[in-house]
């Protein structure tokens, strides 16, 4: 199909507002293209974060509960005391 596209001669005055309103146009696309996206972040998190509350409660079901409590324990052995250095690499000495 051939389409001929007949402009009116006094529509070309109106050039720079077409220019002005391709450039609003494009700023609003993008807009609506960042908040579509926004949007879809939001909800892919919220969905994560809901399929994880469920997965951990499902699990601390299947174990029993206090699966997922923890506990203080010590590493090191107990005879074992932390020390200050005599001297710190970098420093002056003093």
């Known amino acids: ?12 005055r109106n050039a720079p507002r077409a220019r002005v309103a ?3 146009l494009v700023v609003s696309e993008y807009l609506a ?3 579509v996206l926004s949007v879809g972040i939001v909800i892919a998190i919220i969905t994560f974060a809901y399929a994880a509350n469920v997965t951990v409660h499902w699990l601390n079901h299947l174990n ?5 409590s923890s506990e203080a324990q ?3 052995r107990p005879d074992l005391k932390p ?3 005599a001297k710190v690499a970098m420093l002056p000495a003093q």
């Open 64 to 68: 029993g509960p206090g699966f997922f």
């Open 74 to 76: 010590s590493v090191t």
């Open 1 to 12: 199909m051939d389409q001929k596209f007949i402009y009116h001669p006094l529509n070309r």
């Open 83 to 85: 020390f200050a250095p």
């Open 33 to 35: 293209y960042v908040a």
């Open 22 to 24: 391709s450039a609003k």
